[in-house]
């Protein structure tokens, strides 16, 4: 029998995770008192299940490194949080992924302008995949008239615009307070999840 | 205030429509810079439609109309100098050009334009995005469709 603890399930569903991979044991004498998710990549949706021994149980299982992926890092998870994030505020990434591509050919139903292209699409999408287990909460996905997609977070007032264009280029935008005008910057996408990390600190 | 073109010139209170869908809809009636297309954003000019009529014109998936104003537009843009270059890029500037069209006859334009040129034209991507921060910031949510 495989155990599989309700809790740990929802810390899964929490961090929004699709791609849990469970590294866990079976026990012919007793479920495991305590289980829990950790993220072990800062920027994949790939968890370990960590499990402890009860007192009743005489086996003790234990994750092992997952072959070919990243080594768990369980603190992870604890250092988000102490950042001021809740486990909500780990986005689904899927939805949001699903969500841009939705956006894509007959599915940017606007009058004006054109569809994102294939280039704003996979940038749009890859950005997202790399925020996903930051402390970021779930960005607003928005199409661009003229032709793109903005990725929109925002917290405690402060927002931070991605938008990457059909023509290739991708623009930050930092708004720390209404009164303030807004910083542009021009970015390269592997520098985005730095950059919003630094802004939200 | 913007310049303008075209046989009928917009007075400076005249309202500007433009068709909306949701994801362009922000809180409190504000407009997501997202819906500004650059160089050529189409709106209708309140002088030959009504709010209503521009809200008919909206396809099923368009569910609401923002307005500005001709005069309350921005009118020029002018970069950051380049200290190691020393000729600086022209400034980009909004012209308001009506345009009128067999199906739509209030159809007008705000047009992107480098200064001096008579042609729309884009700019580069961080110039871009603060005309249509600068553009969707006069513009508030004004007509929804009934749900």
Same mark, same amino acid.
């Not at chain 1, 986005?91 to 956006?103: E, H």
């Not at chain 2, 569910?63 to 100098?81: H, N, Q, S, W, Y």
């Given at each position: 029998?495989?155990?599989?603890?309700?809790?740990?399930?929802?810390? #899964?569903? $929490? $961090?929004?995770?699709?791609?849990?991979?469970?590294?866990?044991?079976?026990? +012919?004498?007793?479920?495991?008192? +305590?289980?829990?998710?950790?993220?072990?990549? /800062?920027?994949?949706?790939?968890?370990?299940?960590?499990?402890?021994?009860?007192? +009743?149980?005489?086996?003790?299982?234990?994750?092992?490194?997952?072959?070919?992926? !990243?080594?768990?890092?369980?603190?992870?998870?604890?250092?988000?949080?102490?950042?001021?994030?809740?486990?909500?505020?780990?986005?689904?990434?899927? /939805?949001?992924?699903?969500? #841009? @591509?939705?956006? !894509?050919?007959?599915?940017?139903?606007?009058?004006?302008?054109?569809?994102?292209?294939?280039?704003?699409?996979?940038?749009?999408?890859?950005?997202?995949?790399?925020?996903?287990?930051?402390?970021?909460?779930?960005?607003?996905?928005?199409?661009?008239?003229?032709?793109? #997609?903005?990725?929109?977070?925002?917290?405690?007032? @402060?927002? +931070?615009?991605?938008?990457?264009?059909?023509?290739?280029?991708?623009?930050?935008?930092?708004?720390?307070?209404?009164?303030?005008?807004?910083?542009?910057?021009?970015?390269?996408?592997?520098?985005?999840?730095?950059?919003?990390?630094?802004?939200?600190? | 205030?913007?310049?303008?073109?075209?046989?009928?010139?917009?007075?400076?209170?005249?309202?500007?429509?433009?068709?909306?869908?949701?994801?362009?809809?922000?809180?409190?009636?504000?407009?997501?810079?997202?819906?500004?297309?650059?160089?050529?954003?189409?709106?209708?000019?309140?002088?030959?439609?009504?709010?209503?009529?521009?809200?008919?014109?909206?396809?099923?998936?368009?569910?609401?109309?923002?307005?500005?104003?001709?005069?309350?537009?921005?009118?020029?843009?002018?970069?950051?100098?380049?200290?190691?270059?020393?000729?600086?890029?022209?400034?980009?500037?909004?012209?308001?050009?009506?345009?009128?069209?067999?199906?739509?006859?209030?159809?007008?334009?705000?047009?992107?334009?480098?200064?001096?040129?008579?042609?729309?034209?884009?700019?580069?991507?961080?110039?871009?995005?603060?005309?249509?921060?600068?553009?969707?910031?006069?513009?508030?949510?004004?007509?929804?469709?009934?749900?």
């Amino acid at each position: 029998m495989t155990y599989f603890d309700p809790t740990c399930l929802q810390d #899964i569903r $929490a $961090a929004g995770s699709s791609n849990v991979e469970y590294a866990g044991s079976q026990s +012919a004498a007793g479920a495991p008192s +305590a289980t829990r998710a950790v993220p072990t990549h /800062a920027t994949h949706s790939v968890f370990a299940l960590v499990v402890t021994k009860s007192s +009743a149980a005489p086996r003790n299982i234990e994750a092992q490194p997952l072959q070919g992926r !990243a080594v768990p890092d369980p603190t992870l998870h604890d250092r988000l949080r102490e950042n001021g994030s809740t486990s909500n505020e780990i986005f689904p990434v899927d /939805a949001v992924v699903a969500r #841009i @591509r939705g956006f !894509a050919g007959n599915g940017y139903r606007s009058s004006y302008g054109v569809a994102p292209g294939e280039w704003a699409i996979d940038t749009v999408t890859s950005i997202a995949r790399m925020l996903c287990n930051s402390s970021l909460s779930e960005p607003r996905v928005v199409p661009m008239a003229d032709g793109g #997609i903005s990725l929109v977070f925002s917290r405690a007032g @402060r927002v +931070a615009r991605v938008d990457v264009t059909n023509e290739e280029d991708i623009v930050l935008t930092k708004r720390s307070n209404t009164e303030l005008p807004p910083e542009y910057f021009e970015v390269a996408r592997d520098d985005v999840a730095r950059l919003l990390s630094e802004f939200f600190a | 205030m913007p310049k303008q073109e075209g046989t009928t010139p917009f007075q400076e209170t005249e309202a500007l429509y433009r068709r909306l869908i949701e994801d362009w809809v922000g809180e409190d009636g504000a407009v997501d810079p997202a819906a500004i297309e650059v160089p050529q954003c189409s709106v209708d000019r309140a002088l030959l439609a009504t709010p209503e009529q521009a809200l008919a014109r909206c396809n099923d998936a368009e569910v609401a109309i923002a307005t500005t104003t001709f005069g309350a537009l921005p009118d020029r843009f002018v970069a950051e100098p380049i200290p190691t270059q020393p000729v600086q890029p022209k400034p980009y500037e909004l012209i308001v050009v009506f345009v009128p069209e067999k199906q739509n006859a209030a159809h007008s334009h705000i047009e992107v334009r480098q200064e001096g040129s008579a042609e729309p034209r884009k700019p580069k991507s961080v110039m871009k995005q603060r005309i249509r921060d600068e553009v969707a910031a006069t513009m508030r949510v004004t007509h929804r469709k009934p749900p």
